[in-house]
């Protein structure tokens, strides 16, 4: 396995989870002198480096020839991820990020997926907080219901019910890129207004999803609902998995997801600003000016949360299943920050799958619960995750 982008913020926190597991891996980036002063820090023997531009297509070329699996951090990937991701599809390399940049994963799916079925490579985007729990846990959850009952949920809706954690400037800048191309170009306004922007066939009749903007109530787990950031990603995520596998949720499955609060006045009052502030956000997002405001308050490449910040998150989400009279709860999380301690797990161990589980699946542009199934969820729990019934 080769990390690339190690010595950014995230590549780092990736790189010292990995230094604790017993592989044959490298880290690579661009600069040789922070390559080296990495390895001094993590203490691996025989740890490699290999010192190439994400954006030298050639350079690339031959780290993605000369190992099973690239592992990426170096983000924004829009910006730096291309190269990488070609050169996996043409090498039949499986690849892994945690890009939220719904817009580059269209253009990645468009340019490599049919080359990368050719070769044998999973290249598998979003492997981090988003959007595995979604991902995931809707695969899980299924199979539950399917064990239970015989036949799978109609609708899932996943309502996270615990978010603590703090966020990198890697993650504000893929965000920020996200709008900024999306105002330049309105055919991807467009494609991200679309629920099913990341389904192989776009022009497939699909259900009419229900909107997750305003406050709600969820009569199963007794909580408001308000909309979730990431939602927008994760829920594009789990419809291409579904359809990747050829619907056997059925045709009509209705998978969603929002932020839960608690069933009382204060989390009436909690939801209703958490929806107010949502709603303005994504205003200032789509406005330059204010777009322009925020990027420079927001922390810059290379700055994430504290280790106090980092020891101290945790995340739940609680996936309510339903088909005809039958309900079932089943809940994913982890006691680590979601976006970076969380995350490296599930990184980590997604990159270790691809690169040691004896897979069956299909190659290609594929999701986490696609391309890796009962084996990550087995890592994840061994990792410390929880998946689980909720009882």
């Known amino acids: 396995m080769i990390l690339f ?202 259900p009419r999803m229900p909107s997750d903007s305003d406050l709600g109530w969820n009569h199963d787990l007794g909580c408001f609902t308000t909309p979730f950031v990431m939602a927008p990603l994760n829920t594009r995520v789990v419809r291409r998995g579904h359809a990747l596998a050829g619907y056997p949720y059925g045709d009509d499955f209705v998978y969603r997801e929002v932020m839960g609060t608690r069933g009382n006045a204060r989390g009436f009052l909690m939801a209703a600003g958490m929806t107010a502030v949502m709603g303005g956000l994504a205003l200032a997002i789509k406005t330059k000016p204010l777009r322009e405001l925020i990027a420079k308050r927001a922390p810059k490449p290379g700055e994430g949360p504290s280790a106090h910040t980092r020891e101290h998150g945790r995340w739940k989400v609680k996936l309510v299943a339903k088909r005809d009279d039958k309900t079932l709860i089943y809940e994913a999380g982890d006691h680590a920050d979601p976006g970076y301690g969380s995350t490296c797990k599930m990184l980590g161990e997604s990159a270790m799958c691809l690169a040691l589980d004896p897979l069956t699946s299909s190659a290609g542009c594929t999701t986490p619960a696609t391309a890796m199934g009962a084996a990550l969820v087995d890592r994840l729990r061994t990792a410390g995750l929880t998946f689980g019934v909720s009882e």
């Open 5 to 206: 982008g190690a010595t950014g913020f995230t590549g780092k926190l990736v790189a010292g989870y990995l230094a604790t597991k017993k592989l044959r891996w490298a880290i690579a980036g661009r600069d040789q002198r922070k390559l080296e002063d990495l390895r001094g820090e993590l203490k691996v023997a025989d740890l490699g480096v290999v010192v190439a531009n994400a954006l030298d297509a050639a350079a690339v070329q031959k780290v993605a020839e000369q190992t099973t699996v690239v592992c990426s951090t170096a983000g924004p990937y829009a910006k730096y991820g291309s190269a990488i991701v070609a050169a996996c599809a043409n090498a039949g390399t499986h690849y892994c990020d945690l890009t939220g940049e719904v817009q580059w994963m269209r253009q990645m799916i468009d340019a490599h997926h049919e080359r990368a079925t050719q070769t044998g490579a999973r290249i598998v985007h979003a492997c981090g907080f988003d959007s595995i729990p979604s991902d995931l846990g809707t695969w899980a959850t299924q199979h539950e219901m399917i064990a239970r009952y015989g036949a799978p949920a109609r609708t899932v809706t996943a309502v996270f019910v615990q978010v603590k954690g703090g966020f990198s400037g890697g993650t504000a800048a893929s965000a920020m890129g996200t709008a900024e191309a999306a105002d330049a170009d309105p055919a991807i306004a467009k494609m991200l207004a679309n629920p099913y922007s990341l389904d192989p066939d776009l022009g497939a009749s699909r």
